[in-house]
């Protein structure tokens, strides 16, 4: 392994270890007989839906709270809104193996999340995060979010590392560069076979069976 290889990896949880959350979200607006794009405009590129949502990653709002405030705003029923848009996520098994291969190569891997709140729908409900990764780092816990450059500070000194020993991944472009002017090798996700190619050449070790 060359002094240039990273040795840390930090990813993202929602469209790196899943599957990609557009595609979820557009399934929700058609099930609920909604527009196309009206999840996308009202709660996040509207400011009120931006505030929400930024206080509901930080903790200062329950997801709860985030529901009964953002159902009326999409003109549907608030109940366990949160889950319902989510409800076709799945994990991304590729890049779940892939991180499970980096660990056994000596990587130290973590995971850092913008979270959506805990309750009543758990987004990381059957993926054993705190079981299988060094560190796991949930933006609510810590009263901050990605894009914070303090969150990130939060995962080095979780894993023990420091920011140009490690490659962050994101499937949100900013978050991304964000993590590279921290000094992190940065990869911005968007096909699973792509993040993990970058992956090997970065980490310098195979990342799929049979390389």
């Known amino acids: 392994m060359s002094h240039l290889n990273r040795v840390g990896l930090v990813l993202d949880f929602g469209g790196v270890l899943t599957t990609p959350l557009l595609p979820a979200v557009l ?15 009202a709660l996040y590129r509207d400011e009120e839906g931006v505030r929400l949502t930024s206080e509901l990653e930080r903790g200062s709002i329950t997801q709860t709270e985030w529901n009964e405030a953002a159902g009326p705003k999409l003109g ?5 809104l949160m889950g319902r848009i989510f409800t076709d996520l799945r994990p991304e098994q590729a890049i779940i193996d892939a991180a499970a291969m980096a660990q056994r190569a000596g990587i130290k891997v973590g995971i850092l999340s913008n979270s959506v709140g805990l309750a009543p729908w758990d987004l990381y409900d059957g993926y054993d995060l705190d079981a299988l990764y060094h560190s796991v780092v949930i933006s609510e816990h810590h009263g901050m979010r990605k894009p914070d450059p303090d969150l990130f500070r939060v995962s080095l000194k979780e894993l023990g590392m420091s920011a140009d020993e490690c490659v962050f991944v994101d499937d949100t472009e900013s978050y991304v560069r964000a993590a590279e002017e921290l000094g992190f090798a940065g990869v911005h996700a968007q096909q699973p076979a792509q993040t993990i190619s970058r992956l ?7 990342l799929t069976e049979g390389t």
């Open 27 to 41: 399934n929700f607006e058609k099930r609920e007989g909604l527009g196309q794009g009206a999840c996308i405009n």
């Open 76 to 80: 549907v029923s608030p109940d366990n």
């Open 200 to 206: 090997e050449t970065l980490l310098g070790v195979a």
